[in-house]
């Protein structure tokens, strides 16, 4: 545990301030994932692997630490995050006797969560569903006694809303909830949130830190450090293919062709930026329910070398999502409410190191990774 980031915390009434972290999509897994992980980290049971905040060039960083993290959220399922941590169990998600050891502390989480929408037949339009989930905000806030609240966006995919749409899709409508109750936003899902065109002035003039979207934990890590090793030795990509195999909720999400569409494009980002252009090739992804939350992603990449000669680099990931995306979503609510104390506002693009599709910013991850260090020493300067 970073002892330094625990010393520098700002106090409340004679204690250490306290740092909220809403989740949109509370009992999905990864933020199940991520609360279970925060508390098991706390309590010494496991150490923070993939916690990059939890390194030594963030020390003096005057992040909130993770015992001082408040979580809540919205959600339009039911089951608890103690059923839901149970689940993971069985998955191989969460190892075996951390759900009974962290229980105390999903149950707090899970008593935080509030119902989210629009529901089907829901009757609210939009103004009516923002002002209630901003004032759900505003009550966690109050109600807890907290210095900010960091609103992360982990919920399923949706599709990418028709250019002729009447309403503001649903994690817009939540962005613009965070908004209104200022509070610091993320998007780790490759939703439309904040880049609503609807919300661009409200974004700009709101005067809050904001970070996204879609979360860079497999596939798109791999091609972020694979693309610029072919433009540094000068061989000529001429296509780049890949397949998804995943399950669960994300799988599910995915299988619409819309969910997908939205996914892809921060794929194919990375490649046109990094390369100069796209490649021939898709990206393919596939619904295998019974893989539950684990994932398989294969790249075949077809690259040109001295004399036309014509090679083949193939890749294979397999990982769990959520034991991916956890520790990077609890680096973001850090680096995003510490970023909303030093007093910096609009889109932090140099959190890029986290994202598929970021605000600004270079594609590369070794170039991404040294912005965020320089971040890191912005924000030890700002203390």
């Not at 030795?233 to 293919?241: F, Q």
Request: with cysteine; hydrophobic share 45%; aromatic share 6%.
């Amino acid at each position: 545990m970073n002892n330094d980031a625990n010393a520098s915390q700002p106090r409340i009434g004679g204690r250490s301030a306290r740092t909220g972290v809403w989740f949109v999509g509370a009992r999905g897994s990864v933020a199940t994932t991520a609360v279970a992980g925060c508390a098991a980290v706390t309590a010494g049971l496991h150490p923070p692997t993939g916690m990059v905040t939890e390194t030594p060039p963030f020390d003096s960083t005057g992040l909130p630490s993770l015992p001082s993290l408040v979580f809540g959220g919205h959600d339009t399922a039911h089951c608890p995050l103690p059923k839901r941590a149970e689940h993971l169990t069985e998955a191989g998600v969460l190892p075996h006797g951390l759900a009974p050891a962290v229980r105390a502390e999903l149950q707090a989480a899970d008593e935080e969560i509030r119902l989210g929408g629009p529901l089907a037949g829901d009757t609210r339009g939009d103004e009516e569903l923002i002002a209630d989930f901003a004032a759900d905000l505003i009550s966690f806030r109050v109600r807890n006694a907290l210095a900010r609240v960091v609103v992360v966006n982990v919920s399923s995919t949706e599709p990418l809303p028709a250019p002729d749409a009447v309403r503001l899709p649903p994690s817009s409508l939540y962005a613009a909830a965070a908004l209104r109750a200022g509070c610091p936003y993320v998007n780790f899902t490759p939703s439309t949130g904040l880049r609503a065109p609807a919300l661009t002035g409200a974004a700009a003039a709101g005067g809050l830190p904001h970070a996204g979207r879609d979360g860079k934990t497999g596939q798109t890590l791999l091609r972020a450090v694979l693309a610029p090793m072919f433009v540094q030795r000068a061989l000529e990509v001429r296509a780049w293919s890949g397949t998804n195999l995943l399950g669960g909720g994300d799988g599910a999400a995915l299988a619409d062709p819309g969910a997908a569409a939205a996914k892809n494009a921060g794929k194919e980002r990375v490649l046109t930026e990094t390369l100069g252009h796209l490649p021939e090739g898709e990206v393919h992804i596939d619904d295998v329910p019974v893989l539950g939350d684990w994932k398989t992603a294969w790249d075949h990449i077809v690259f040109e070398g001295f004399l036309g000669s014509r090679m083949i680099l193939q890749t294979v990931w397999q990982g769990c999502d959520s034991a991916l995306a956890a520790p990077l979503v609890l680096d973001l609510a850090r680096l995003v409410a510490r970023a909303h104390e030093a007093g910096l506002s609009g889109p932090l693009p140099e959190l890029g190191f986290y994202f598929k599709d970021p605000d600004a910013g270079p594609s590369g991850l070794s170039e991404q990774f040294a912005e965020l260090l320089s971040f890191a020493d912005r924000l030890r300067e700002a203390r």
